[in-house]
């Protein structure tokens, strides 16, 4: 089948078209479940509040023994970090797509889509297929990153044997 550039710009736009969108929504879906984090960290707020509080009864009876309302800020710092994390996650995600849309940052598109490996299956899928599309040359000229071409190697015909 003859190669026709015309024919591929259009398979170019439309799979970084497609892409885009499936960041955009991976993005969408990563900033639903960051909430998880913060019902984490109200929980545990919630947690270390109510122990400080019956601590406070208990520690004229106690006073030798530490209070265990720690784990319970823990708990609630766990679900803070949680939260912040998913949610910088969820806006590196917007910005991928953005980019694939503009045809602009392919580094930045490609180390995204490494991190989005790690959301097994649908980031696998969403990653790999990034992949495979930024790597073509004809997406990479797109992107300004012009790859040269792969090395040719000539070497001479081994030498006839004598009779």
């Known amino acids: 089948m003859p190669y026709d550039p015309a024919q591929q710009a259009v398979l170019d736009d439309e799979h970084l078209r497609l892409l885009a969108i499936g960041y955009y929504v991976s993005a969408a879906i990563t900033a639903c479940f960051s909430f998880i984090g913060l019902f984490y960290a109200m ?3 919630a947690i270390g509040l109510a122990v400080s509080k019956s601590a406070e009864a208990e520690s004229a009876t106690n006073a030798n023994q530490p209070s265990p309302e720690f784990l319970g800020w823990i708990f609630g710092a766990i679900g803070i970090v949680l939260f912040v ?25 490609m180390i995204i889509a490494a991190l989005s490996c790690l959301e097994i299956p649908y980031g696998t899928l969403l990653g790999v297929g990034t992949f495979i ?19 040719q190697l000539n070497f001479p015909p081994p030498p006839l044997p004598r009779t």
């Open 43 to 45: 929980m545990g707020a």
């Open 133 to 151: 599309v930024l790597e073509r040359p004809s997406v990479a000229r797109r992107f300004g990153v012009i790859k040269p071409p792969p090395p």
């Open 85 to 109: 994390a998913m949610l910088a996650m969820a806006a590196l995600k917007f910005f991928a797509g953005r980019n694939l849309k503009q045809h602009k940052s392919r580094t930045f598109c």
